[in-house]
């Protein structure tokens, strides 16, 4: 198992509320991304990190928005989730200039349920 | 833009034969890495096999073993001695160097292991 966690597993919420999906690495990994993946479905990057105070948006557009403060720690917050938002998140870290550079770790996702 | 493509959305094997799984993908880059992912029902996505694109021996990893066809930008994955835990999503991935170190996903393929 890799060393990257999220929190929560699981999470129901109603229409309007700010939310925050937490990931952390403890491999000391530069690289940080958020996918969003419906059941079954392809991944969509909607957001990266090159490393600390550096994030882009993915290729999906999302309204979310996240922060990369410290190495280890990269959240993702909704300020107001619709049910469109429902569906599952998942980060991953990777590092580059190492034996294994760009193997991509990936956390166990995040399910949310916005109703 | 890359492009990857999966055109086996769902495959079926008897346990101990073997499978094939397929994957194109666009790009005028030169330098890049393929890789194959694995996600097990409920579970983490993990990394099957991965190719750098310079290399032209094909990559094995135990059972898992690619035909990486460079020219015609092909990359499949063959599975070897298929076994019921191999039961999961597979997806394709690109990574170029262009600086970006965003990975592209195919839409994957449901593999099903039958006893």
């Known amino acids: 198992e890799a060393d990257i966690y999220q929190t929560p597993r699981y999470l129901v919420i109603g229409t309007g509320k700010k939310i925050t999906l937490e990931c952390s690495q403890t491999?000391?990994?530069?690289?940080m991304y958020w996918y969003q993946q419906d059941p079954g479905m392809e991944l969509h990057l909607i957001h990266y990190?090159?490393?600390?105070?550096?994030?882009e948006k993915g290729d999906l557009s999302s309204e979310s928005t996240v922060s990369r403060i410290r190495t280890e720690h990269f959240p993702l917050t909704l300020e107001s989730a619709r049910p469109s938002h429902t569906s599952q998140y998942l980060c991953?870290?990777?590092?580059?200039?190492?034996?294994?550079?760009?193997?991509?770790?990936f956390g166990p996702g995040t399910r949310l349920t916005v109703t | 833009a890359q492009t990857v493509t999966q055109s086996q959305p769902e495959m079926s094997v008897q346990e101990a034969e073997t499978v094939t799984l397929s994957c194109t993908y666009d790009?005028?880059?030169?330098?890049?890495?393929l890789f194959w992912y694995k996600q097990p029902p409920s579970r983490q996505m993990i990394l099957v096999i991965r190719?750098?694109?310079?290399?032209?021996q094909n990559a094995t990893e135990n059972r898992f073993s690619v035909n990486f066809q460079k020219a015609a930008k092909s990359f499949s994955l063959k599975i070897s001695d298929s076994q019921l835990g191999d039961t999961a999503m597979y997806f394709c991935?690109?990574?170029?160097?262009?600086?970006?170190?965003?990975?592209?996903f195919g839409t994957g393929t449901r593999l099903k292991v039958l006893a």
């Open positions: 991953a870290s990777s590092e580059s200039g190492s034996i294994r550079s760009y193997e991509q770790y």
């Open positions: 491999m000391g990994h530069d690289k």
């Open positions: 190719q750098e694109a310079y290399k032209q």
């Open positions: 990190s090159y490393g600390v105070n550096s994030t």
């Open positions: 991935a690109f990574m170029n160097f262009s600086g970006t170190y965003k990975y592209i």
């Open positions: 790009t005028s880059e030169s330098n890049y890495y």
